[in-house]
């Protein structure tokens, strides 16, 4: 493209595919979004560019300025290289992805949002703005800290009022302005009001203000003028005054989130309708979100349902019930991105209303064709070799917003995959949810699939929603619906027998084999698939699959077992210690340790052993107070003798009556846990007992009390 003037918006497809592009001597007064070109440049060539949106979700593109080129402002959606030669130059620069900025060109201010974390740049801009806990490079820096030039600023426009909100526009970003560096003036019809609840976000040099739509306001022209505060330090200058706008006594306002940078998302129409399901009749009002995401708009009373549109996003809709006398505030939503031609992405929509959350889980083969990867809130992305090739982008929970979850397949594998939804509070039917998931392929903008949960559905808290088959290297996917609720996958329990006992806790317990016995493990579900370690490691969907009896051949070994439907994730474990060592043997190697265990966790006092003698011995004047250890070995436990300072022997229940009520000393075992509670003063039991006998697994060890 050369000696152009675009006066609208710019768009550098994915289906330009490779080779340099040159934009020579172009000037777009609009926003330019770069969504393709593979392994090659964008070279900007003495050209003048408002805002530039870099959004490529397959790998990094390298966009190159030459020349005396200028650029308001970048956004880097995803991953990118941006050289800035001498010359040329960047007013804002705003990451939300990890970037590598070269060259020695010139940037006024870099906006780093967490997802630019670990960014480099060659470049040192004049301010820098970090979020909460971001970190960059700059030449080889660590830079933590905001770290602007500037110390004073004055206003340049005031703008995009609503009836809550203004947009304040700085001739120079500082850092620190608050509520107090302004006075803020507003007039209905030319007459003075006061604004309630005034406050000032920075980030979006957002000023917010409760509404100013009532019965009384109906109808009358509305603005504001924002001044700097007479003695401010950082705020200097004349005030500016805001667009007029005319108030209604009803509407709605609030704010449309991209569901992949969390971002407000700039330039999104909304259509308005009346009545919950009309979503083709006549359009009864029309608003575009500001370059925050936020938006307002006029509505009389009652229920509509909002279009919500824009280039390169899925249409997705919002619901709202205007209420008589007011402004509906807060009505924010989410809007889904459209993904490029070969990548995949599932939405997950429920009523929040009836259930608070649902999880989406996708399981999915990896790279070396016989394992798997699950992408969850728990495990949001699977990466190899800095390639991303799947994630949850948008979870419920984002801004307090329940009722959708989003999840892109960038690069898919031949194999099958698996996605699932999963209540965990479990106190609502899901078929009460309304849930619904929606498969888009490539950048289609309309769902290629589409399921809802079963209606009906009341017992089950894990709906099975369908299974991806890819194959022919990620050009054939086909997609079949399983829509089966079950009743409850987390609780599909494996069950690991070993001679004529079964054990099905997550509790290890120590069992006794010999070489060559065989263990199997069955499932409480015959229809699940069990996976098992004996390396000590929690099993997962790569680990090794159970066909048959596992043969006991090697002393000691840890043996977790896992039982899960359709590759879910959500499940439970079975444990059990194998040990071809006598219990004797084994009772005299673990003892020691467990003693060990004991004294360390407690500072008052000292257990020593040696030759089956115990020694406990009282460290300080601290109460000795609740001591315990979980232990993984089985215990038969015998209180034997307790020899008394004068040389008196007691016996068996005897011992243990006295024990309990005149030393108050009791000693449990229990579910493979020791406790020991010691109530009386050490110095009166040790002056009362001088040893006791205890038998444990038929190992007599003798206690004994010290100083």
């Given at each position: ?94 990451l939300n992805a990890a970037a590598n ?247 997950l929509t429920w009523n929040d209303k ?264 009282k460290e300080n004047d601290d109460a ?84």
């Open positions: 493209m050369k000696n152009m003037a675009i006066n609208g918006s710019l768009i550098l497809a994915e289906g330009i595919g490779e080779g340099d592009i040159i934009l020579e001597n172009v000037t777009v007064t609009g926003d330019t979004y770069v969504r393709g070109s593979e392994n090659n440049s964008i070279h900007f060539r003495n050209s003048t560019l408002a805002t530039i949106i870099v959004n490529k979700n397959d790998g990094q593109v390298r966009i190159v300025a030459e020349g005396d080129t200028k650029f308001i402002e970048v956004q880097l959606e995803t991953p990118a290289i941006v050289q800035i030669p001498e010359g040329a130059r960047i007013e804002t620069l705003v900025i070269l060259g020695n060109g010139a940037i006024n201010t870099a906006r780093v949002h967490i997802g630019g974390t670990g960014s480099n740049l060659s470049i040192r801009p004049q301010n820098i703005v970090l979020d909460s806990g971001v970190s960059i490079w700059i030449n080889g820096e660590i830079i933590s800290e905001n770290m602007p030039q500037e110390t004073t600023t004055s206003i340049k426009n005031v703008k995009n009022l609503t009836p809550t909100s203004v947009d304040i526009e700085f001739n120079k970003f500082i850092e620190g302005l608050s509520i107090n560096d302004f006075v803020i003036t507003a007039t209905l019809n030319g007459e003075a009001i006061e604004l309630q609840n005034l406050s000032y976000d920075e980030v979006s040099q957002t000023l917010s203000f409760s509404s100013v739509v009532g019965a009384s306001s109906s109808g009358k022209k509305f603005k504001i003028t924002v001044s700097p505060r007479e003695g401010s330090t950082k705020l200097k200058g004349e005030g500016k005054t805001s667009n007029e706008i005319t108030l209604e006594s009803t509407g709605i306002s609030g704010r449309i989130i991209d569901d992949v940078s969390h971002l407000g998302a700039s330039g999104v129409t909304i259509k308005f309708r009346s009545g919950v399901n009309n979503k083709d009749g006549e359009v009864v009002a029309e608003t575009v979100t500001d370059e925050n995401g936020y938006y307002s708009v006029s509505l009389p009373a009652g229920q509509y349902i909002g279009e919500l549109s824009g280039e390169g996003y899925v249409t997705g809709y919002l619901y709202a019930v205007v209420p008589t006398d007011s402004i509906l505030t807060d009505k924010n939503e989410i809007i889904i991105r459209a993904v490029s031609l070969e990548q995949i992405k599932i939405v009836v259930i608070s959350d649902l999880d989406s889980y996708l399981v999915a083969p990896s790279l070396d064709g016989t394992s798997k990867f699950s992408i969850s809130l728990a495990n949001r992305k699977y990466e190899y070799n800095g390639i991303k090739y799947a994630e949850l982008e948008q979870n419920g929970r984002a801004y307090n917003r329940y009722g959708i979850e989003t999840t892109t397949i960038y690069r898919p594998i031949d194999g099958e995959y698996y996605f699932y939804a999963h209540e965990f509070a479990s106190t609502t039917p899901l078929g009460n949810s309304a849930a619904k998931v929606q498969i888009f392929k490539g950048n289609s903008t309309v769902a290629d699939n589409s399921f809802n949960v079963p209606e009906g559905s009341s017992d089950g808290t894990d709906w099975i929603v369908f299974k991806l088959t890819v194959s022919n290297q990620g050009q054939n996917v086909n997609v079949t619906e399983i829509g089966k609720v079950e009743k409850n996958l987390y609780y599909i329990k494996p069950i690991i027998k070993i001679g004529e006992n079964e054990y099905s806790s997550y509790i290890s317990e120590t069992v006794f084999a010999k070489i060559g016995d065989k263990i199997t493990i069955t499932s409480s579900d015959e229809d699940a698939k069990i996976r098992y370690t004996t390396d000590g490691s929690k099993p997962n969907l790569n680990s090794t699959l159970y066909t048959g009896p596992i043969t006991v051949d090697k002393e000691n070994f840890k043996l977790t077992a896992m039982a899960a439907k359709y590759d879910a994730i959500i499940c439970q474990y079975s444990n059990v210690n194998i040990t071809t060592q006598s219990i004797e043997e084994f009772t005299k190697s673990r003892v020691p340790e467990i003693l060990n265990r004991i004294s360390e966790d407690n500072t008052s006092i000292d257990i020593t052993e040696e030759n089956q003698i115990v020694t406990i011995t000795i107070g609740y001591i315990w250890e979980n232990i993984d070995m089985p215990i038969h436990y015998e209180l034997k003798s307790v020899t008394l300072a004068d040389g008196f022997t007691l016996k068996n229940q005897n011992v243990i009556e006295w024990m309990n009520k005149k030393i108050d000393r009791k000693i449990m075992v229990y579910s493979g846990m020791i406790d020991c509670y010691f109530n009386s003063n050490f110095d009166t039991l040790k002056s009362q007992v001088s040893e006791l006998v205890v038998s444990i697994n038929g190992v007599d060890y003798t206690v004994k009390f010290a100083n």
